[in-house]
């Protein structure tokens, strides 16, 4: 086996959030294929535990600590040096010493990055090492997205940090041999940013495991008897989740309950911010925290729904939904990116109060018996994480990747044209 760098901002495992389970399959793939030399940072201490599992699977690892109090202190530098302060919140001597000794010692020819932020780790100079940088989204842009929503002086400071990263960005791009993103309309989004690496942009889809997330009459319901319950799911300290939530809870739920009285809203997802945890003091809603697992929420609720207003990329809650079959209500932030068909194997809705909660009141009151079925073959036909990571073996072997033309036809099934 020949060797490959990969560099991940956050530690691949356990995949228990959106970006996590991205990386997690890829390295996983990768390791079937390679040496892996792993360096990424663990955020989360309990994330520790699971630093021996990579171990067993890599042939190196650099894990190193990144608590959010230091990084944040790193970050408020790029102030003072011009650079996007997402660079300075992941800089870190140990891990450069650790991919320079790397890089030398083992002769290492591929190199792969996970986020745009890890690129910082390679050599300036490009030499023989073959570079793919996975940006998953187009970053800069949300940051843009997130400061038309906070008051000055934050909307200012994101501002800054979408256009300083966007140029980081656009530097990094040029200076690899491929730049992914997770769905043909992430990627167009970036040649429109980038235009002068459009022809080294890819999409690469992301997948579900559909044998994992598998209606099971069997799998016991955590709702009480006679419940009706719509959930969202999702790690509940990432803004725009916290917006999905308190928007639905807020605007939308009231209006659902003065036609269905009983009707229960239920958050499911890891670290509810300080806003989420004050929505379990609104009549009918719970917010969970962590769940061992989040199958049986899924399953037993009558409907997902994704009241999502801020989004980039592609929303994992929305596909492991239609995997286990349930009806989904998505805004169209949320389906960005899907190949699903609004009306066929989801249901779509603007994202203003009345509008959503019509959609969500029509489907509890009739459902649609077709939405559950078509939702899991859309999963099954179209997001099968091996047919997916195969064209991450081309760009690695350095051969071309698919014409461009393959990405044009999925951002127009994703479309629904």
């Known amino acids: ?31 079937g294929r390679y040496r892996v030399h792993l360096g990424t940072f663990v955020d989360d201490p309990a994330d520790q535990a699971h630093v021996p599992e990579l171990e067993r699977l890599c042939a190196s690892v650099c894990a190193r600590p990144l608590p959010a109090t230091r990084a944040r202190a790193r970050a408020l530098t790029g102030l003072l040096t011009g650079k996007p302060l997402t660079l300075p919140w ?35 100079t490009a030499g023989e090492l073959l570079r793919v940088v996975d940006f998953v989204d187009v970053d800069s842009d949300k940051w843009t997205q997130y400061a038309a929503s906070k008051r000055w002086p934050m909307s200012a400071l994101y501002r800054r940090e979408g256009r300083r990263l966007l140029a980081y960005e656009r530097r990094l791009a040029a200076a690899s041999d491929a730049s992914l993103f997770v769905s043909p ?29 598998a209606p ?10 006679g419940t009706r319950t719509v959930v969202l799911t999702g790690a509940m300290d990432y803004w725009p989740n916290v917006d999905a939530a308190c ?26 911010a300080p806003r989420v945890q004050a929505l379990a003091q609104r009549p009918g809603v719970t917010v969970t925290g962590f769940v ?17 207003r ?27 990116g899907l190949t699903a068909r609004p009306g066929e194997d989801l249901l779509l809705a603007r994202d203003e109060p ?64």
């Open 247 to 272: 928007w639905f809870a807020e605007a939308i739920l009231p209006q659902l309950q003065a036609g269905l009285p009983g009707l229960q809203f239920h958050v499911v997802g890891s670290r509810p």
């Open 354 to 417: 009345e509008v959503f909660a019509t959609q969500v009141a029509a489907q509890l009151a009739d459902p649609n018996p077709n939405l559950s079925r078509s939702a899991r073959e859309r999963v099954l036909a179209d997001y099968d994480w091996d047919r997916n990571l195969a064209q991450l073996d081309t760009l690695l072997d350095g051969e071309e990747a698919a014409p461009r033309v393959a990405d044009d036809l999925a951002l127009e099934a994703s479309h629904g044209r």
């Open 216 to 225: 099971d009459p069997q799998r016991p319901s955590p709702y009480p008897a």
């Open 1 to 31: 086996m020949e060797d490959v760098l990969f560099l991940v901002h956050r530690i691949p495992w356990p995949p228990n959030k959106g970006d996590k389970i991205r990386s997690y399959h890829i390295l996983r793939h990768l390791a």
């Open 292 to 308: 061992d697992d989040v199958r049986p929420w899924i399953q037993h609720a009558e409907l997902a729904v994704a009241p999502l």
């Open 310 to 336: 801020i989004a980039r990329g592609v929303q994992n809650k929305v596909l492991e939904a239609m995997a286990l079959g349930r009806p989904v209500v998505a805004t169209p932030q949320a389906l960005e």
């Open 90 to 124: 992941y800089r870190d001597r140990t891990l450069q010493h650790w991919v320079d000794d790397t890089l030398t010692r083992h002769r290492i020819r591929r190199a792969l990055v996970f986020s745009s932020a890890m690129g910082q780790y390679l050599p300036d």
């Open 185 to 213: 309309a992430e990627a167009e989004s970036f040649r429109g940013f980038a235009p002068e690496s459009a022809d080294r942009v890819h999409a690469l889809n992301n997948g579900v495991d559909a044998r994992f997330f």
